[in-house]
């Protein structure tokens, strides 16, 4: 599909694709002429239906999506473990390292045991098989139009029930390679995520990435392409366009407006932060993503410091410590502040400004148009 035939077949008028993990962006997004998509790899069934009625309740029949995150290949991806036996895989070398980096800021991670772990294995639940099948039951209770699936081919179930369900199946992808193996499985929107990108992220920039994924999928005319990583302004969307994606998908210029769920510091760090600020490490998810850099991240770089868990260990190691640093940072702890982190992307050095997500949309409409006419006046001059 171009443009136009995604626009028209999603009944949106601008396509922007706004990835988040809070309900107020996608409903402001999807009520803007865009579509928000919701991540929902935080969440419980319970809370996901809940997210998803009251989102059902604010967009009057407007197209909204949800995001899963199942990867291709993941140890123990088939199987459902308690949480005794999830928490039993985390190496006391490996919490006795994220406690010391606590401690260098005079933190006490002590206070981190088996019980808060159990509050932070979401990714652990969700990532696997069994619990993405939960999650989609209740995504097809509610109307949605997208469902997207992040870190490799999404299960053939979910593709199937996409389908059946007259649901766009997306996937996102960081090569050419990837691109064509969701384009084979059937996916009918294919993200071009570029190393720029915020989260998960390959090492491919936007700028090659687009056309090379355009020109791999020219053989499968099922398919459509959308652009992402560094995507924040009306111009970049423009050029993305210009590459042959039919619209693009952002993630990080949500993040510092009004509606967004970031910790209010950790909003401030973004909105002074430039684009060198931000660093693609494995530390958060044992595979590498693109998040802000802080004195967590330079820890797991240093000589020291032990190889990160495989997915979905590492997540179950690290969020309980960094949920605490969060916490104190809020109430003002300067060292937690130091400490304190979230994904992001390279575009970060251009939202300076914390703006409502309506003003983003329309600031990126501004811009797309003010990049339009620069191009037709170029032409216009050549002729
Ligand atoms: C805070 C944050 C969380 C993310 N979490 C997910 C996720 O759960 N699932 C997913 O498919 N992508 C996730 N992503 C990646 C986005 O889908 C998207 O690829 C990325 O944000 C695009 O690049 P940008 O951040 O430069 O706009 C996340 C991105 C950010 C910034």
Not at 15 to 41: M, Q
Not at 256 to 282: G, H
Not at 325 to 337: F, M, P, R, T
Request: a negative charge; one cysteine or more; glycine letters at 10%.
């Amino acid at each position: 599909m171009n443009a136009t035939e995604l626009c028209q077949r999603l009944k949106i008028d601008f396509p922007v694709f706004a990835f988040s993990h809070c309900r107020d962006v996608v409903v402001e997004v999807t009520n803007a002429g865009g579509l928000g998509v919701l991540g929902s790899i935080k969440m419980s069934p319970e809370e996901l239906d809940a997210e998803l009625s009251w989102i059902d309740e604010r967009v009057g029949g407007k197209p909204y999506g949800v995001d899963l995150i199942v990867p291709g290949v993941m140890q123990g991806k088939e199987q459902t473990p308690t949480a005794e036996q999830v928490l039993a895989q985390l190496p006391e070398a490996h919490k006795a390292f994220a406690e010391s980096i606590l401690a260098s800021h005079s933190i006490d991670g002590s206070a981190v045991d088996d019980e808060t772990r159990k509050g932070s294995l979401y990714f652990s639940n969700n990532a696997r098989l069994s619990g993405a099948d939960q999650l989609l039951d209740i995504v097809f209770r509610h109307p949605v139009a997208l469902i997207a699936n992040a870190l490799g081919v999404p299960p053939a179930e979910m593709v199937e029930r996409g389908k059946q369900n007259d649901v766009l199946v997306a996937a996102l992808v960081g090569t050419a390679a990837q691109a064509v193996r969701q384009a084979e499985a059937g996916v009918d929107l294919i993200i071009a995520a570029g190393g720029e990108a915020g989260g998960h992220c390959g090492e491919i920039g936007t700028m090659v990435l687009v056309p090379e994924v355009c020109a791999a999928l020219q053989a499968y005319p099922n398919t459509t392409v959308l652009a992402a990583g560094g995507i924040v302004t009306g111009r970049q969307m423009a050029a993305a366009m210009c590459m042959g994606a039919a619209g693009v998908w952002c993630g990080s210029v949500w993040l510092t407006t009004e509606e967004a769920e970031t910790p209010p510091m950790v909003k401030e760090k973004m909105l002074a932060a430039r684009s060198i600020d931000t660093i693609r490490s494995r530390s958060r998810t044992g595979r590498f993503s693109r998040q802000l850099r802080s004195a967590w991240t330079d820890a797991w770089e240093t000589a020291g410091a032990p190889t990160p868990l495989p997915m979905p260990l590492q997540t179950a190691l690290v969020t309980p410590y960094l949920n605490l640093v969060d916490k104190l940072a809020s109430g003002g702890n300067a060292a937690a502040q130091e400490l304190s982190t979230y994904y992001v992307g390279q575009g970060v050095g251009l939202m300076g400004k914390p703006l409502s997500t309506r003003a983003t949309m329309q600031a990126m409409r501004e811009d797309f148009l003010g990049a339009w006419e620069r191009l037709s006046g170029f032409l216009g001059n050549e002729s």
